[in-house]
């Protein structure tokens, strides 16, 4: 298949291409830059000039092509409109064809675990006041399903390897030379290997039924001053990671995002191996981020445009 990705040369993107076009799929990589452009051509992919804050470049794309894949984000104050209008544009460009389009969401549409429980795709959302706007652009997406697209929602948790994204964010909260965790860290977040992920994703290319929702999640869930402890030793500090108070961070970082890394996210990835056959590798999250010093986690795991 010829294959749009959004966010090709992202985080997220760049692995999702890499682990398609070993598939024997053509990948066909957004860029509004040249330099963006180039990067593309270097890897051997296709290049379509879009841009997420131009809806109608991105539906031209999307129709010239077999199946989309959307990981690109703006990641600034405008998101949730730009993201709904890139989106309903792909969605319509792709009505009626039969095609797949891949939509990459995340797990602060979760709210914290009740106690003893683990939180699967049918567990109400109770996103962050950040990511308000998503559930609801979810359900299009799903519900795109009737008119002839081959609809799936991904739910990424912390996305971690390869030297990307911020469990390094521990280090970057770093006070005085000391790393910090928001809250008492005795909560818990739900992980995936990028590699896994983009495995994943593939899959759900090549597989999904029409209006499909999975989470990405591999193994169990982590407490979070455990993974602090393992970043910080990873990135080189020689002082273990001390609690920071909410409301100290809150001010630092937003309400929101305090929100955000203070719930307790233990989520179950179970439905996408059952009905896509998804294995991820058998790994040791809290062994990689101490033994490699550029990895880390992020929670927010989509890639700018």
């Known amino acids: 298949m010829r294959i749009l990705v959004t966010g090709a040369t992202g985080y997220i993107g760049a692995v999702v291409s890499e682990t398609l076009s070993a598939r024997g799929h053509t990948v066909v990589g957004t860029a509004r830059s040249p330099a963006a452009e180039a990067e593309l051509a270097a ?5 379509a000039r879009a841009d997420l804050l131009e809806p109608e470049s991105l539906a031209r794309a999307a129709a010239a092509c077999d199946a989309v894949v959307h990981t690109a984000a703006t990641q600034d104050e405008d998101m949730g409109p730009a993201e709904q209008a890139a989106v309903r544009a792909m969605l319509a460009g792709l009505a009626g064809s039969g095609k797949a389009f891949v939509y990459t969401s995340g797990v602060w549409v979760y709210g914290s675990a009740p106690p003893g429980r683990v939180m699967d795709e049918d567990t109400p959302p109770d996103p962050v006041a950040l990511f308000a706007w998503r559930p609801a652009l979810e359900a299009e997406v799903i519900a795109a ?30 006070e005085d030379g000391v790393p910090r965790y928001v809250g008492d860290g005795q909560n818990h977040w739900s992980l995936v290997h990028v590699d896994d992920l983009a495995e994943l994703y593939a899959l759900a290319i090549e597989r999904a039924p ?48 305090a929100d955000g890394v203070t719930r307790d996210h233990r989520i179950s990835g179970e439905r996408a191996r059952a009905l896509l056959g998804w294995a991820p590798a058998p790994r040791s999250p809290l062994d990689e981020l101490r033994s490699q010093r550029t990895d880390g986690c992020s929670q927010s795991p989509r890639d700018s445009p």
């Open 43 to 47: 890897r051997g992919y296709e290049i």
């Open 145 to 174: 399903a009737a008119r002839g697209v081959r609809t799936i929602v991904i739910r990424p948790g912390m996305v971690y390897g390869r030297g990307g994204g911020p469990c390094n964010q521990f280090a970057a909260m770093a």
């Open 210 to 257: 029409a209006g499909t929702l999975v989470n990405g999640v591999a193994g169990p869930p982590l407490r979070v001053r455990d993974l602090a402890e393992a970043a910080a030793a990873g990135a080189g500090f020689e002082a273990a990671p001390v609690a920071w108070p909410v409301t100290e961070a809150a001010v630092e970082l937003g309400a929101e995002d």
